[in-house]
Every structure is written in structure tokens, then in C-alpha cells.
């Protein structure tokens, strides 16, 4: 499958931003979805993750109550709606698609990645 984000940009602390990942090439409901973030200088670390279904979804604490996972499998698209960013959000965000249907948060277990979208969150 095909990742491609968009959306990303620049937002002042306490603003919005929702970014979005385009599935093509496979069956897009056959896979759950995570978005995942690098830092400069920074590992890649997990931020959500949603079933294939998106019945299901899971955080990271950092993220928790402040951003909202969600897909629509008609349009092949998962969507990151980010709410009272910080500038510690600042990052290039990545979309992952995997198979494996466990709540999965290691980079390791995704079979499929995006090019990533730029956040950046000035103070």
C-alpha cells in the first residue's frame, strides 16, 4: 500500500491543525493505521494507532486528550486532528500502515510508511 501525507504546516502553541494520509494500491480497510513522529535529533516515536475498522483507537500519553485519530475507509484516508498543540509537537509526522491486528506501537511492526508531513509549533 501507498502512504501519502499532507496537511502539515506551521501553527502557533494552542492552535489546530488536522493532517491526513492518503491509502492507495491495497485494500485500505485490510490494515489498522498509526501515526508516528520524529523530532530532529530524536528517535521516531509513537503517536496513535486505529483499527482497521476504526472501532478502535489508542495514544500515546504525551498525545492523549489533545489529539484525535480517525479514518474514513470509503475515501482510503486516515486523519490526525491535533488540538492545543505545543511546540514540543513539533516534527515530521508519518502515517504507517500494518497488518498484524494487536495494538502495535514499535516502528518495527508496520509493513508500510509515508514520506511524512512537517508540524511545526511556534511559542
Known amino acids: 500500500v501507498q502512504l501519502v501525507e499532507s496537511g502539515g504546516g506551521l501553527v502557533q502553541a494552542g492552535g489546530s491543525l488536522r493532517i491526513s494520509c492518503a491509502a492507495s494500491?491495497?485494500?485500505?480497510?485490510?490494515?489498522?493505521m498509526g501515526w508516528f513522529r520524529q523530532a530532529p535529533g530524536k528517535e521516531r516515536e509513537f503517536v496513535a494507532r486505529i483499527s482497521w475498522s476504526g472501532g478502535s483507537t489508542y495514544y500515546a500519553d504525551s498525545v492523549k486528550g489533545r489529539f484525535t485519530i480517525s479514518r474514513d475507509n470509503a475515501k482510503n484516508t486516515m486523519y490526525l486532528q491535533m488540538n492545543s498543540l505545543k511546540p514540543e509537537d513539533t516534527a515530521v509526522y508519518y502515517c504507517?500502515?500494518?497488518?498484524?491486528?494487536?495494538?502495535?506501537?514499535?516502528?518495527?511492526?508496520?509493513?508500510?510508511w509515508g514520506q511524512g508531513t512537517q508540524v511545526t509549533v511556534s511559542s
Open positions: 504507517a500502515a500494518t497488518r498484524t491486528i494487536l495494538v502495535v506501537t514499535t516502528t518495527n511492526q508496520y509493513n508500510y
Open positions: 494500491g491495497r485494500t485500505f480497510s485490510n490494515y489498522a
